[in-house]
């Protein structure tokens, strides 16, 4: 029998959750490289869709479990400031998020106006991408289907990413006997994307700011701080 631990605390327990999710996780990744090696290069549309929606949903996978193991932590500190390119950091977090927009028929549309090397922060790159990535996924819940889903730089009087899209109406009706869990994931986002957005985001200094405008035009907000040199 194994040696009983006293005093167990919750952040011990949720590191040990997220590796024991990874490893499946990881496994789960390899097996469908695997797959897509052993099939080739012109496996049929059906198989070739099959493999890219696994693999998104690997990617789900690991976003949740990351979130699970940041906000389990209770406090997060920055682990290293270095200067940011910010529309590299918007660049990447479509790529990231494009797939899972498209499975849910919607496009992420990067403003071309912008580009690399115009607009920097002094900050934590992986607290930003997760902020980032996160927002994004909380825009896509919401979003109507076959809509777009606007991504820009903004630098005037604030330097930080703002998302823009066309969200679904809320249902008064279905909202007013929501239980517990279903009120928290509509205030949070499903796998709590939008607080870690906030907790990501307020770690680095910065900010998440959502607004509704216009009827149903909702716009997310990604804060950061001005890198010293940044010219505004």
Request: aromatic residues 2%; hydrophobic residues 40%.
């Amino acid at each position: 029998m194994s040696e009983k631990i006293d005093d167990v605390t919750l952040p011990e327990i949720v590191s040990v959750m997220v590796h024991d999710l990874n490893n499946p996780i990881a496994a789960f990744a390899t097996n469908l490289r695997f797959l897509e090696n052993l099939l080739g290069s012109s496996p049929s549309s059906e198989v070739a869709e099959t493999l890219s929606d696994m693999g998104m949903l690997c990617d789900i996978l690991r976003r949740l479990v990351r979130n699970l193991g940041m906000l389990g932590q209770g406090e997060v500190r920055p682990v290293r400031h270095v200067s940011m390119d910010v529309v590299a950091l918007a660049m990447g977090a479509v790529e990231r998020m494009k797939k899972q927009a498209e499975a849910s028929d919607m496009k992420l549309v990067l403003d071309p106006a912008c580009k690399p090397g115009a607009v920097f922060v002094e900050s934590d790159p992986d607290l930003c991408e997760r902020a980032l990535d996160n927002l994004l996924a909380f825009a896509i819940e919401r979003a109507v289907s076959r809509s777009s889903i606007h991504v820009t730089v903004t630098k005037s009087d604030q330097i930080g990413v703002n998302i823009r899209s066309t969200a679904r109406p809320e249902n008064p009706d279905t909202s007013a006997y929501a239980t517990r869990n279903r009120a928290l994931q509509s205030a949070l986002g499903r796998g709590l994307s939008l607080h870690t957005a906030h907790f990501a985001a307020e770690a680095t200094g910065g900010r998440v700011n959502v607004r509704r405008i216009e009827a149903n035009q909702m716009s997310l907000d990604l804060v950061l701080r001005t890198d010293d040199k940044q010219n505004t």
